[in-house]
């Protein structure tokens, strides 16, 4: 009756993956004899057992892992956002002002402005430290004086006489200049709530 069964006990021991001697845990193995339904349970004899081999940086999918390869690079998630396995902002330190991104570009917009009018304002330590690059960007603008930059500079500045006046007198005021259009003089804390101050002006 069981050698007319299609799944007899001679093909279910083939089926069966090869399990090698040194293997740590309980082993399932086939006593030959008359009677091939006994199976017997052999342990591992007692002693020293060997240490596992670290395979922590192992591939997960060693399918797709070729010989050449020495490195398990393409086995980790990259974030792409300037450097590698970081999803932290290192190195990217932007003024945040306490304002959202809006709302800091219309204030230092503002100051650009006010700046360029008046030529000397009061205003925080680091708006001041955050408003200089605006200007000297502005300036850098003016100097070139093409149409393009012209309309550049209109669309950061809110006031359009500001902006003539800047390309008219630029080459005159800063044409051997090439940077640091800008100067900023410390002051006294303001009352209230003892925040640094400083004046920036324009050189």
Not at 109 to 129: C, D, E, N, P
Not at 164 to 192: K, S, W
Request: glycine share 8%.
């Amino acid at each position: 009756m069981a050698s007319a069964s299609t799944w007899n006990f001679s093909s279910l021991r083939a089926a069966l993956p090869f399990v090698p001697s040194s293997s740590l845990g309980p082993s399932v193995c086939f006593h030959k004899g008359p009677s091939p339904s006994r199976l017997g349970i052999s342990r591992p004899k007692p002693g020293p057992r060997p240490l596992n081999s670290f395979v922590g940086l192992a591939p997960m999918q060693p399918l797709f892992f070729s010989q050449d390869s020495t490195t398990f690079e393409h086995c980790f998630t990259v974030i792409d956002n300037g450097g590698r396995f970081f999803a932290m902002r290192h190195g990217r330190k932007v003024p945040k002002l306490n304002r959202p991104p809006d709302q800091r570009r219309a204030l230092l917009r503002g100051l650009t402005t006010q700046l360029l009018k008046y030529g000397r304002i009061k205003t925080t330590r680091a708006r001041a430290s955050a408003l200089r690059k605006y200007i000297d960007k502005m300036i850098t603008l003016a100097k070139e004086g093409s149409l393009h930059k012209r309309r550049q500079a209109l669309g950061f500045i809110y006031e359009k006489q500001i902006v003539h006046a800047l390309f008219a007198e630029v080459d005159e005021r800063y044409g051997d200049r090439e940077g640091g259009y800008t100067r900023i003089i410390r002051t006294l804390p303001r009352r209230g709530d003892n925040a640094p101050m400083a004046y920036i002006e324009l050189v």
